[in-house]
C-alpha cells in the first residue's frame, strides 16, 4: 500500500514539474514573439515594404525590349562573291611566260612549276610578276599592259607585239606560251574575340564567370575570287559561336580610302562666332547623326599638324559673341562610320542591303567578331545573387529567368517543392512578387512587376528579360507575414511539441 502511495506521489510530481515547464516555455515563447513584433514595428520589415513597379500588363511597348526568337540564319551566298567565267588577270600575279628564242633558248625544254596546291594547275615559262601599275616587262618590246585581261587576250597581245609590230618572230612559227604560275593573295587579319577550348571555371556559386576570353587571331592569305567574307569565316573557325555577337565587323584598311585617318578628324557642333554663322558647312555622317562641320580643323594628315599638338583646340572657347559652346564628337569605337556591321540572324522577311563591295577584302582589312559577355542578367532577393548569360538566339522571360536562378541556387537539381517561389507549387509559402529593374537609356531605371501566379496562367504577362537587367523577387505583405507565422511561430510550436513529447516519454520510463 506504501508502494503505491509513494508511485502516485511521484507521478504527481512528475506531472506538476511537466506543468511547469510547460507554462515556462509559453512565457518564454511569448516574450520572443513579443519582441519579434516589436522589432518589425521599430525597425521595419523589407518584406512588408516590396518595391513598387509598373504592372506587366501595363508596359508600353517600347519598354518590352528587342525579340531574339523567330530569327534564321543569313544566306550564307550573300558573303560569297560571285566567280567570273574567265580569270582576269591583275597586279600581284606571277605568270609563267616562255617565248623560244627571247625567254629560252631554241630547243630547250621549257621550265616546269609544279604548284603546292591543287587549286592551281601546273604551268611551264619563267616566273613574270604583274607591276603594280598593272604591266609585265618583257625582252625587247618593253611593258606590255596586263591588268584586266585573260591568259588568251594578254598571250595575244604579246604575240602581236613580237610579230606584227616589231617583227621579232616570225608570224605563224612563234611559240610563245603564257599560264598563270601564282594568283594574286589579299593579306587579312581575322579577330575571333571568342571562348577558348580551355575551361577556367563557368560558374563560381552564382555567378557565371564562363571561360577564358584571350581570343584568337589570325593572318591569313586569300586568292583571288575568294577574298570575301564567306572564305575569311571558313578559313578562322566559322560563323560566330553562341558566346559571340551575330555581327561582322569589317574594318577596311586605309590602302583602299574607305576608312577615316588613324585619328578621325574631330567633328565640331555648334559656332565659335557669329562671323561663321553665315558661312557654308559641309554634311558629314558620324554615327548615325549628321552634324555640321568647320571647314578647317588641324588633323594629322594636315602640314601643319604637329606631333605632340592635341587634336581638340581650345581656339573654340566660350567669347562673348558665342551663344553656344563648342562640343567635339570623335566617335573612334566599333560603331563609328566606315566600319561595316554584318548582321548573321534576320528576322523573317527582313532584308539586309549589301553591296559586292561589302564583303570582298583587300589588304590590310580586319575582320573582327565579337564577344557578347555584356549580355547578362542578375537575380537578387530571395532568388540570391547571380550573374547569368542570356540565351543568344532565342527569347528567356521571367519565368525561365527565375528557373534558371532557382536551379544554379539548387546545385543543377531541379526539385518540384521547397522553393523560394511560386514556381515550384508547393504547399509552404512562396514568393510570387517580381520585380525587373530594367535601364532606359537616359539612364534612369524602370521597376516593372509580374505576379507569377497571373504569369503562369496568362503569357502576355511574361516580360522578356534584356541585357542588364536585376531580377529581384520578393514576398507581398500577405505573403511576408504567412512565411513570418510559419517560420517564426508554427516551427517554433512543432519544436516545443516534440521536446514535451520527449520530456513525457523520458519521465515515464
Not at 562641320?293 to 559673341?321: A, K, M, R, W
Request: aromatic share 6%; net charge neutral; glycine share 10%.
Amino acid at each position: 500500500m506504501s508502494f503505491e502511495l509513494k508511485k502516485a506521489e511521484v507521478e504527481v510530481k512528475g506531472s506538476s514539474r511537466m506543468q511547469t515547464y510547460r507554462n515556462r516555455m509559453n512565457t518564454f515563447k511569448w516574450h520572443i514573439f513579443c519582441v519579434l513584433c516589436l522589432t518589425v514595428m521599430w525597425n521595419g520589415c523589407a518584406a512588408i515594404h516590396p518595391l513598387k513597379g509598373v504592372p506587366a500588363q501595363y508596359l508600353p511597348t517600347e519598354y518590352k525590349g528587342e525579340i531574339r526568337s523567330g530569327k534564321e540564319t543569313i544566306d550564307l551566298s550573300l558573303l560569297r562573291q560571285p566567280a567570273p567565267k574567265h580569270y582576269l588577270l591583275d597586279s600581284g600575279d606571277v605568270l609563267g611566260v616562255y617565248i623560244e628564242g627571247v625567254l629560252g633558248q631554241l630547243k630547250d625544254v621549257p621550265p616546269v612549276h609544279f604548284p603546292r596546291t591543287q587549286e592551281v594547275a601546273p604551268s611551264l615559262g619563267y616566273p613574270i610578276p604583274i607591276r603594280e601599275d598593272g604591266t609585265i616587262s618583257l625582252p625587247l618590246i618593253g611593258t606590255v599592259f596586263a591588268r584586266g585581261l585573260t591568259l588568251t587576250q594578254l598571250e595575244e597581245t604579246i604575240r602581236r607585239k613580237y610579230t606584227s609590230e616589231k617583227s621579232i618572230l616570225r608570224e605563224g612559227r612563234d611559240r610563245i606560251l603564257i599560264s598563270l604560275q601564282k594568283p594574286r593573295s589579299y593579306r587579312v587579319l581575322v579577330i575571333r574575340q571568342e571562348n577558348s577550348s580551355d575551361i577556367v571555371g563557368t560558374t563560381v556559386g552564382n555567378l557565371n564567370v564562363g571561360r577564358s576570353k584571350r581570343g584568337t587571331g589570325r593572318v591569313i592569305n586569300l586568292p583571288a575570287y575568294n577574298n570575301d567574307v564567306l572564305h575569311a569565316l571558313a578559313e578562322t573557325g566559322g560563323l560566330p559561336g553562341l558566346d559571340a555577337e551575330n555581327s561582322i565587323y569589317i574594318i577596311r584598311g586605309g590602302a583602299h580610302g574607305m576608312n577615316q585617318p588613324l585619328c578621325p578628324q574631330p567633328v565640331q557642333t555648334g559656332t565659335h562666332t557669329s562671323d561663321n554663322s553665315q558661312s557654308n558647312q559641309n554634311i558629314q555622317q558620324v554615327s548615325d547623326s549628321y552634324t555640321p562641320i568647320p571647314h578647317y580643323s588641324p588633323t594629322p594628315e594636315d602640314p601643319e599638324f604637329q606631333v605632340g599638338q592635341p587634336l581638340y583646340s581650345s581656339e573654340g572657347s566660350f567669347s562673348t559673341d558665342d551663344y553656344m559652346a563648342p562640343t567635339i564628337i570623335n566617335d573612334s569605337t566599333m560603331q563609328r562610320s566606315g566600319i561595316i556591321k554584318i548582321p548573321i540572324r534576320l528576322s523573317p522577311g527582313e532584308q539586309v542591303h549589301l553591296t559586292r563591295e561589302d564583303i570582298i577584302l583587300h589588304d590590310g582589312d580586319v575582320v573582327f567578331i565579337e564577344s557578347r559577355d555584356t549580355e547578362i542578367f542578375y537575380t537578387g532577393g530571395l532568388l540570391g545573387g547571380g550573374q547569368y548569360t542570356l540565351p543568344r538566339d532565342y527569347d528567356l522571360d521571367i519565368l525561365g529567368a527565375i528557373s534558371i536562378a532557382q536551379a544554379s541556387r539548387n546545385g543543377g537539381s531541379s526539385k518540384s517543392s521547397g522553393g523560394p517561389s511560386a514556381l515550384n507549387q508547393d504547399v509552404t509559402i512562396s514568393a510570387s512578387n517580381a520585380i525587373i529593374l530594367r535601364q532606359l537609356p537616359n539612364g534612369t531605371q524602370l521597376p516593372i512587376k509580374v505576379d507569377l501566379y497571373e504569369a503562369v496562367r496568362t503569357p502576355s504577362q511574361r516580360v522578356l528579360i534584356q541585357p542588364g537587367d536585376y531580377v529581384i523577387l520578393q514576398y507581398t505583405k500577405s505573403e511576408a507575414i504567412g512565411a513570418f507565422i510559419e517560420k517564426h511561430l508554427l516551427e517554433g510550436a512543432l519544436f516545443g511539441l516534440a521536446a514535451s513529447n520527449l520530456q513525457s516519454g523520458g519521465s515515464n520510463r
